[in-house]
């Protein structure tokens, strides 16, 4: 079965700085994969999913982009972090026709 | 537009009660439905899922029921456990899409 691996778990980063969080997977090959933000007392938002190495659709205009260039790996960056960038953010593997898609155990962002 | 909606932020329940959360959905194109489990710090967790050509789904002590003509979906959790107690989010997707969109979350408390 796929595991995902994701890290840092926590991240404490001052307004303005740059940000780099990693996700990769294991037990599958050329997943879809997904990057989702939970905002305080909200649902998941799904930021950017990708089909294949360098396909990247954007589901949200904002201050983050991602990037694929592994077939098993998954960036989320930022150049400057802005406070509404705080979240805990999820990455997560799978969801074929029918099929669920399955998570990674976050990393939480606070923005100082 | 809120597409995927979960009224109940909390519920409480009796252990060895049964546990009703509820969903509902706007956008009739959703064909594929699902129930997650969330623990704080932790990535989400697939439950259950349903698609449109079901009325109901079970696997265990987890049935889910949907009425497509509501557009309504729940999740019935019977009997409860002190361990069920988590957030639960629903999320629906259409046909051809990967996207999954959330709901906001209920909390379910199971009381000892």
């Known amino acids: 079965s796929q595991t995902i691996h994701q890290w840092p778990a926590t991240l404490v980063q001052p307004v303005g700085s740059p940000l780099s969080l990693e996700c990769t997977v294991e037990?599958?090959?050329?997943?879809?994969l997904y990057w989702y933000r939970q905002a305080a007392g909200r649902g998941l938002q799904l930021l950017f999913y990708?089909?294949?190495?360098?396909?990247i659709s954007s589901e949200v205009p904002q201050n983050l982009s991602a990037s694929r260039p592994q077939d098993r790996q998954f960036i989320l960056s930022s150049k400057k972090l802005l406070l509404s960038d705080s979240g805990f953010y999820l990455c997560?593997?799978?969801?074929?026709?029918?099929?669920?898609?399955?998570f990674g155990d976050g990393t939480r962002l606070s923005i100082l | 537009d809120q597409q995927v909606k979960q009224n109940s932020p909390s519920l409480s329940v009796q252990e060895g009660r049964i546990s009703i959360l509820n969903c509902d959905y706007t956008n009739s194109m959703f064909d594929y439905f699902l129930w997650y489990k969330k623990y704080p710090a932790e990535g989400p967790t697939f439950l259950i899922s349903?698609?449109?050509?079901?009325d109901k789904n079970e696997d265990g002590r987890f049935t889910v029921f949907l009425n497509k003509s509501a557009k309504h979906l729940s999740l019935h959790i019977v009997p409860s456990q002190p361990g069920d107690s988590a957030v639960y989010f629903c999320a629906a997707s259409g046909s051809g899409t990967y996207k999954y969109i959330f709901g906001t979350g209920t909390r379910l408390k199971v009381l000892a």
């Open positions: 997560a593997e799978g969801g074929t026709v029918n099929q669920p898609q399955h």
């Open positions: 990708s089909v294949g190495i360098g396909q």
């Open positions: 349903i698609s449109s050509i079901k």
């Open positions: 037990g599958t090959s050329n997943p879809n």
